[in-house]
Antibody, heavy 120, light 107 residues
Framework: EVQLVQSGAEVKKPGESLKISCKGS????????IGWVRQMPGKGLEWMGI????????RYSPSFQGQVTISADKSISTAYLQWSSLKASDTAMYYC?????????????WGQGTLVTVSS | EIVLTQSPGTLSLSPGERATLSCRAS???????LAWYQQKPGQAPRLLIY???SRATGIPDRFSGSGSGTDFTLTISRLEPEDFAVYYC????????FGQGTKVEIK
């Protein structure tokens, strides 16, 4: 069974750093892209970026380029999303999702989400 | 960037009724690279439709997608209680973008 399990909720202060994780299982982690999606409170879905764990090829949405860093450790089947200096506006739910294979570049499996709260 | 505009913002219907949701793209979506997702409160999105009209694994046949170019539609033929949720379209022909969502609520 394909599963993406994300790290737990975080409460941080503005200016702090943070790295959240997404661990894949039940499939060949290195062969599928993993994307990250933001959902601000009460709002819609925003694609942030995507990584191919096999060679760490990474693409970012222009809206998030330079704001976050996406990485992966294929030895432990885990992708990461990190911030060097959080802002209150980073408060949101963050989802990781697997890009499907043969059916096109849709996201077929999703993690349960990690809620990040940034408040002084 | 391709911008997706969904309408209506909210659809108020009763169980058993037909729901028709629209998604319009700012430019043509290549190869019908358009998907629909369902999201219920407190849950992650779930893939319903890909390639504009193909149902994902395990999705009931009351869900159907149609359209091409810049205009796409998701139809739920007869609403079940579990179908009341927010629906998002997504294009994946040129990077990835989502529409702002349509909420289907109980009338």
């Amino acid at each position: 069974e394909v599963q993406l399990v994300q790290s737990g909720a975080e409460v941080k202060k503005p200016g702090e750093s943070l790295k959240i994780s997404c661990k894949g299982s039940g499939y060949s982690f290195t062969n599928y892209w993993i994307g990250w999606v933001r959902q601000m409170p009460g709002k819609g879905l925003e694609w942030m970026g995507i990584i191919y764990p096999g060679d760490s090829d990474t693409r970012y949405s222009p809206s998030f380029q330079g704001q976050v860093t996406i990485s992966a450790d294929k030895s432990i089947s885990t992708a990461y999303l990190q911030w060097s200096s959080l802002k209150a506006s980073d408060t949101a739910m963050y989802y990781c999702a697997r890009r499907a294979g043969g059916v096109g570049a849709v996201f077929d499996y999703w993690g349960q989400g990690t809620l990040v709260t940034v408040s002084s | 960037e391709i911008v997706l505009t969904q309408s209506p913002g909210t659809l108020s219907l009763s169980p058993g009724e037909r729901a028709t949701l629209s998604c319009r793209a700012s430019q043509s979506v290549s190869s019908s690279s358009l998907a629909w997702y369902q999201q219920k409160p407190g849950q992650a999105p779930r893939l319903l439709i890909y390639g504009a009209s193909s149902r994902a694994t395990g999705i009931p046949d009351r869900f159907s997608g149609s359209g091409s170019g810049t205009d796409f539609t998701l139809t739920i033929s007869r609403l079940e209680p579990e179908d009341f949720a927010v629906y998002y379209c997504q294009q994946y022909g040129s990077s990835w973008t989502f529409g702002q969502g349509t909420k289907v609520e109980i009338k």
